[in-house]
């Protein structure tokens, strides 16, 4: 017979992998949006290349796994650790479905961060928080966007001055092929950042059971979250796919090919860096500056509006989510 820790720990992988599973619709329709929306891409294409790229960029890095495992909190030193990665959990999957259902790219990074601290703190107070670990995590998250604004509307700063002198039915059509490399790009940058979130809530709930006691992440928690994520990415994510894609402002080739390189440049960098972002935040963020550049009054700045209100919310939102259902957790286990 199996025993209760046995089956309380498939119970976190599931709930993690089916995370990385709505992670996988929810966030890849940021990452194949613009070439989705410009035609480059069919949508079943897009959506093959998508989930193809980030199983491999889900297996290339651990960095930012073991940062989400042991950078908000020590879950070798937490007394109640699988029921908080439980908790966790339910509060990210239940905001990342609201915000789905609701067609607002809002941040699976931000609903797990924000779940995971709120969780913790239910269970041991601010002081089961990694104080440095946990504000650096957010620093990440606070610049990523402002950094992937100003590169997307640097770069396309830079294409119209190049371009200025060229036919745009010429120009369109030459970066309608580029989209599909820098669409690659995009989806296996999100693969490396994204999908390790998984990893490292898994090995948090890992060291916290004492099943191993190092934050190296096992090949099979590895495999596993890839294999979801590309999963959830096949599904596709078309409401998020048509507010990030037609809504914010139209884009053409040249500007899906700018915010995809933008926002993958700014991703990979800080997975190199083992730094946790959100890819919403910096593809939407690049977007909006790639739209600024080509004309600030295309953007449809009051979308944007209700999309930075959904960012500043999410974190304080989940915490209080996952602090709640921890505490309901606690009273049903014991």
């Not at 046995?6 to 966030?27: E, Q, R, S, T």
């Not at 908000?72 to 479905?97: R, S």
């Not at 100003?150 to 190049?162: A, H, N, R």
Request: charged fraction near 10%; aromatic fraction near 10%.
């Amino acid at each position: 017979m199996w025993d209760a820790a046995f089956i309380i720990m498939c119970v976190v992988v599931f709930l993690a992998l089916a995370f990385d599973f709505i992670n996988g619709f929810h966030d890849t329709a940021n990452a194949i949006a613009t070439s989705v929306s410009t035609r480059a891409l069919s949508p079943r294409m897009a959506i093959v290349l998508a989930s193809s790229m980030n199983f491999v960029g889900a297996l290339t890095f651990t960095g930012v796994a073991k940062m989400i495992g042991g950078g908000i909190a020590d879950p070798a030193e937490l007394d109640h650790g699988v029921q908080i990665v439980i908790a966790a959990l339910i509060g990210a999957i239940v905001w990342n479905l609201v915000t789905w259902w609701f067609g607002i790219p809002s941040s699976s990074s931000h609903a797990l961060i924000g779940s995971l601290a709120g969780a913790v703190i239910g269970a041991a107070g601010l002081a089961g928080i990694n104080g440095g670990g946990f504000t650096s995590i957010v620093q990440g998250l606070i610049f990523s966007p402002l950094i992937a604004f100003t590169l997307g509307y640097g770069l396309m700063s830079l294409l119209k001055v190049i371009f200025a002198n060229r036919s745009p039915h010429q120009v369109n059509r030459g970066f309608r092929i580029t989209q599909i490399f820098t669409a690659s790009f995009q989806a296996f940058s999100h693969g490396t950042n994204d999908a390790q979130k998984a990893m490292g809530i898994i090995t948090f709930a890992l060291v916290a059971a004492e099943v191993q006691d190092t934050l190296d992440v096992p090949l099979w928690v590895k495999i596993s979250a890839a294999t979801a994520m590309a999963l959830g990415t096949s599904v596709g994510g078309w409401k998020i796919i048509k507010t990030m894609g037609t809504k914010i402002f139209k884009i053409e080739p040249i500007n899906g090919f700018a915010a995809d390189a933008a926002s993958a440049a700014v991703i990979l960098t800080a997975t190199l860096t083992h730094f946790p972002v959100s890819t919403t935040h910096v593809i939407t963020s690049s977007i909006l500056g790639v739209g600024s550049a080509k004309r600030f009054s295309s953007v449809r700045w009051s979308l944007a509006g209700r999309i930075v209100i959904a960012w500043v919310v999410t974190i304080p939102v989940t915490m209080v989510m996952a602090a709640l259902i921890f505490m309901l957790i606690e009273s049903i286990w014991l």
